[in-house]
């Protein structure tokens, strides 16, 4: 086994582009950002089934302390929950990186671990029981007795095979979960001057066909997390032969585009390609049958036409669907909460077409920010942005109050001593003026640094195409005015936005970031200097952050090495982690790479005819749907 393994993880991720390939997936977000769910990559990251993590809420909508509806319905097992979805990409487990493809493949395939609910606490899928060693890098799952889609049972020697195409597969767009996060133990070999991993190295072995051991290079915190992710997800072994040893039971496309098969409570009907979706019930599922005959999924990517579907009866539920464009605060009626999760529970309405629908809000794992090219864009115009920017007021003007103001990149669930902490050290540090708008400082520092009304500064906003991004960029540019900055601002659809900051190509810009895991590491590896440099390939994040840029920089760098220094789920660790979390957050505040601008709260709308589990902080793309009831009829 390769022993310098802080190195090798880092040039690996070089290597492979071992990064949330989109960027604001989940890991980044994309698509509207706008307060209306409207993420259609995320993570994760980017996110392909979160992401991106109480205990879970499993009683349905009737109950009380659940608390989603005012009153339990009957379901009827015959009836498809009719959805909206944006532009899939692929069924893959591995290769998908948006919300998109990942809300369908989490219903599709199973994992050891799972949200339920999209709780942010994991429990055992696929997995029966686990133990871990002592010295926590060793993990025994056992299995439960399950069937994939096409009648095989699932052993732990399919693991194997799915965990190898994660680590080895040409498709593959995670890699680095497995091989650096997770950090199963593994070998590399030098190519064209890069360590990379050698394939059929990984450290698992299946003693029998229901018992599966992992051993870990060194302990990592958040491994039971990870393993709830979908790319972690079972697939029958042999299905395709995209790694070494393996021919293939059908080609690459057929499966990653017309014939996905999982073990999840729902199997794989029928995709027609930029139009919808269709899983039916396996009636063979480990867990029971779903309460439902399977889901519909259509196909649209503009929010207004996504809100209008909605509104004409033709899904069930508005997520994506309700555009800020369209929403309005006032109609929001809370009769319950909030709970110890931050949910909310009453009614929205009435709509356009005089229907009160349910509607729930709850805090997730996300931070939606203004990023900047360090290298492009001088650090007093940076900072004249954050002078400007008043989170308060733009989460509630802008934003229609659907979020929480952001002054970290760590969003208040998982910041190191949760919310209380997060606001006490944003009040009493924050340095550019808490809840405020201060233009006579951003004017200071940008006289100061030479500029003024015969020197302006000129730049580019870029942003993904959305109404209230567009209408916040607006806001920017007349508040910079006064400081002497002139601002244009240019839409992009979300893939030439990404691809234009991988490749340096951007100065100011727009995107967001929700949970692979829940825990801090997932959000500062973006602030990671190292893993910023857009000439190398596929840098997690665009900010061009480098030493050159001075103090700040290199206390981001100490601060990361301390991070991946101390992966133990230990208090020893976590203490050190926790620490170095908040050094990284306060590097940020001072060279301002990030201006985080706000944390989406996430809001479900549905018909009365619906009954939904409530959703947890991880989201609805880790929001399986099995236990969804829905009336014999809809009215």
């Keep these: 086994m390769t022993k310098d393994t802080k190195q090798t993880r880092r040039r690996f991720l070089k290597a492979t582009g071992g990064v949330a390939a989109g960027a604001a997936l989940a890991g980044c977000s994309s698509g509207s950002g706008d307060g209306s769910g409207n993420n259609s990559s995320g993570g994760g990251g980017g996110n392909n089934s979160g992401g991106g993590n109480t205990s879970a809420g499993t009683q349905s909508g009737g109950n009380q302390s659940a608390g989603q509806q005012t009153q339990s319905i009957e379901g009827d097992p015959s009836q498809t929950l009719q959805l909206i979805n944006d532009t899939i990409t692929t069924f893959d487990p591995i290769a998908a990186t948006d919300t998109a493809s990942g809300t369908v493949i989490q219903n599709v395939f199973d994992s050891l671990m799972n949200y339920p609910n999209a709780n942010t606490s994991v429990k055992p899928q696929l997995a029966s029981d686990f133990s871990v060693s002592d010295d926590n890098t060793t993990y025994t799952f056992q299995l439960k007795d399950a069937k994939f889609h096409n009648g095989k049972s699932v052993t732990a020697q399919d693991f194997i095979y799915a965990w190898e195409r994660l680590a080895a597969s040409s498709n593959s767009q995670r890699a680095y979960f497995i091989l650096d996060s997770v950090n199963v133990q593994h070998e590399t070999t030098t190519q064209d001057g890069s360590e990379v991993y050698q394939p059929n190295s990984l450290a698992l072995n299946a003693p029998d066909d229901s018992t599966l051991e992992v051993t870990l290079e060194s302990p990592f915190h958040s491994t039971l997390e990870m393993f709830a992710y979908t790319s972690f997800a079972a697939l029958p072994e042999g299905i395709v032969g995209d790694i070494e040893g393996y021919d293939g039971e059908m080609s690459y496309k057929q499966f990653s585009s017309q014939n996905p098969i999982g073990a999840g409570p729902f199997q794989f009907d029928s995709y027609q390609s930029g139009t919808s979706v269709d899983v039916t019930r396996f009636d063979d599922y480990h867990d029971g049958r779903a309460s439902i005959a399977g889901i519909h999924w259509q196909v649209i990517s503009q929010a207004s036409s996504q809100y209008q579907y909605f509104i004409g009866k033709n899904a069930d539920a508005a997520q994506p669907g309700m555009p800020t464009s369209q929403y309005d605060p006032g109609k929001v009626n809370v009769q319950r909460g909030p709970d110890e999760q931050g949910r909310t529970f009453g009614t929205y309405g009435p709509l356009e077409n005089g229907a009160t629908v349910q509607y729930m809000s709850v805090p997730t794992i996300n931070t939606y920010y203004v990023g900047f090219n360090m290298a492009k864009v001088p650090k007093p115009v940076r900072q004249a942005f954050a002078y400007v920017a008043n989170q308060q007021q733009v989460t509630e003007q802008v934003f229609k109050g659907r979020g929480e103001p952001a002054y970290h990149l760590t969003p208040p669930g998982i910041y190191p001593g949760g919310s209380k902490a997060y606001d006490q050290h944003a009040k009493q540090n924050y340095p550019y003026g808490y ?106 994040s665009y900010l061009n952050w480098t030493g050159e840029n001075g103090d700040a920089a290199q206390q981001a760098t100490n601060a990361y090495k301390r991070i991946s220094n101390n992966q133990a789920p230990t208090d020893q660790a976590g203490q050190a982690r926790d620490k170095a979390y908040v050094a990284m957050e306060e590097a940020n505040w001072e060279d301002v790479g990030f201006l985080n601008l706000y944390h989406q709260v996430e809001e479900r709308f549905t018909y009365n005819w619906v009954e939904y589990p409530p959703m947890g902080a991880m989201g609805p793309s880790r929001d399986m749907k099995n236990d969804v009831k829905i009336a014999s009829q809809r009215n």
């Design 435 to 540: 809840n405020q708008t201060q233009v006579p400082q951003a004017t200071k520092v940008m006289e100061d640094a030479g500029y003024s009304s015969n020197n302006t500064y000129s730049l580019q906003w870029t942003q993904y195409e959305s109404d209230t991004w567009l209408s916040l960029g607006k806001l920017f540019r007349d508040q910079l005015q006064a400081a002497h900055i002139d601002m244009q601002i240019q839409q992009a659809d979300f893939s030439t936005l990404l691809e234009r900051g991988r490749n340096g190509q951007l100065e100011v810009y727009t995107l967001g970031w929700i949970a692979d895991w829940p825990a801090p590491d997932n959000f500062v590896q973006l602030l990671n200097p190292p893993q910023t440099d857009t000439s190398q390939s596929d840098p997690i």
